[in-house]
Nanobody
Framework: EVQLVESGGDSVQAGGSLTLSCAVS????????IAWFHQAPGKEREGVSCISRPDSTSDGLPYYVDSVKGRFTISTDKAKNTVHLQMNSLKPEDTAVYYC???????????????????WGKGTLVTVSS
């Protein structure tokens, strides 16, 4: 059974930092693209950052949407099957439930923001106050 379990969500003040973690089990880590999404109150869920499958048609570099470039960093710990999202310089507009997701499609992971991801975690809440 595939499981993705997020942790690390918290309430912080603007300008602060948080690190989210996603523990992944039941799948071969290198055979999947991994992504972080967020869903702000009253808005649709949208992709934030991702890493493509190593054998995909991509440059292998992590991808970030413009709103988080330079502030967020995605990383993987393959020994622990864990994905992290380091979030710095947090803004009130970063307030959202953050989800970890995985999919096997061998395409650039940003395409999966539109195609959809197969496996999802239940999310962790990040609240940023001004």
């Amino acid at each position: 059974e595939v499981q993705l379990v997020e942790s690390g969500g918290d309430s912080v003040q603007a300008g602060g930092s948080l690190t989210l973690s996603c523990a992944v089990s039941g799948l071969t880590f290198d055979a999947y693209a991994i992504a972080w999404f967020h869903q702000a109150p009253g808005k649709e869920r949208e992709g934030v950052s991702c890493i493509s499958r190593p054998d995909s048609t991509s440059d292998g570099l992590p991808y970030y949407v413009d709103s988080v470039k330079g502030r967020f960093t995605i990383s993987t710990d393959k020994a622990k099957n864990t994905v992290h999202l380091q979030m710095n310089s947090l803004k009130p507009e970063d307030t959202a439930v953050y989800y970890c997701a995985a999919d096997r499609m061998p395409v650039h992971c940003s395409a999966l923001f539109f195609y959809g991801m197969h496996y999802w975690g239940k999310g962790t809440l990040v609240t940023v106050s001004s």
